[in-house]
């Protein structure tokens, strides 16, 4: 059971998922698993705010590592899921691959500004402030849980999914 975990626009699930796919696992994302079973992430927060989905989060990352069948499995983490301990102490006792995607905020802006903006809610219109903000918070949080880091500024996502690949064999 593989995890990836870091800020929103790191790369978890476009990369998690080419991954998968190079190393013939299977994926999942939580926040997919959230959407099939509920709504658009950004709607459901909207709607419900952001405690009702950081419960939902939870739950569902709990559903997960109860009921993978085959450890052949790559987990694409919301950014987050680390805020709450009760997360940090599953993930921490279901894997002991848990990968930190580490990006400046000048790359997750580039990333981020290339996708949709509006699936994240969370982030508002000053881009730079918002995810410094966020950073600042969670930096220790991510830092703390992973067992293997990847600074993942100037690679591509081709680039990035050999990293992981060479950094999992190590
Ligand atoms: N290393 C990278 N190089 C270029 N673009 C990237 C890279 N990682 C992610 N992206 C792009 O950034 C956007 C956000 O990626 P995503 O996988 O959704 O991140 P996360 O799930 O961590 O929020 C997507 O458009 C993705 O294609
Ligand atoms: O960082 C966060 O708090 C969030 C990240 C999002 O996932 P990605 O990290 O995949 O963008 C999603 O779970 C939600 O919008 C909240
Ligand atoms: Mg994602």
């Known amino acids: 059971m593989i995890f990836l975990i870091g800020m929103m626009g790191s790369g ?3 990369v998690g998922r080419e991954l998968a796919k190079a190393l ?3 994926f ?5 698993v959230i959407e099939d079973r509920y709504m658009k ?7 419900e705010g952001i405690d009702v989905f950081r419960d939902i989060e939870n739950q569902v990352l709990k559903d997960i590592v109860a009921t993978s069948l085959s450890q052949k499995i790559i987990i694409a983490t919301g950014g987050g899921i680390i805020l709450r301990r009760e997360n940090r102490e599953v993930i921490e006792k279901s894997s002991k691959k848990i990968i930190y995607l ?6 997750l802006i580039r990333h981020l500004q290339s996708d ?14 918002t995810l410094t903000h966020l950073l600042s918070e969670r930096s220790e949080l991510y830092e ?7 600074t993942c500024d100037h690679l ?3 680039a990035l999914v050999e990293q992981i690949k060479q950094s999992l064999l190590a």
């Open 41 to 47: 992430i950004h709607k459901l927060i909207k709607r």
């Open 144 to 150: 703390g849980l992973a067992t293997f880091t990847i």
């Open 12 to 14: 978890k699930s476009t």
């Open 102 to 107: 580490k990006n400046s905020i000048d790359s």
């Open 116 to 129: 949709n903006l509006s699936k994240r809610p969370l982030l508002n219109t000053d881009l730079n402030n």
């Open 28 to 32: 999942i994302d939580t926040d997919s």
């Open 156 to 158: 591509n996502k081709k």
């Open 24 to 26: 013939d696992y299977s």
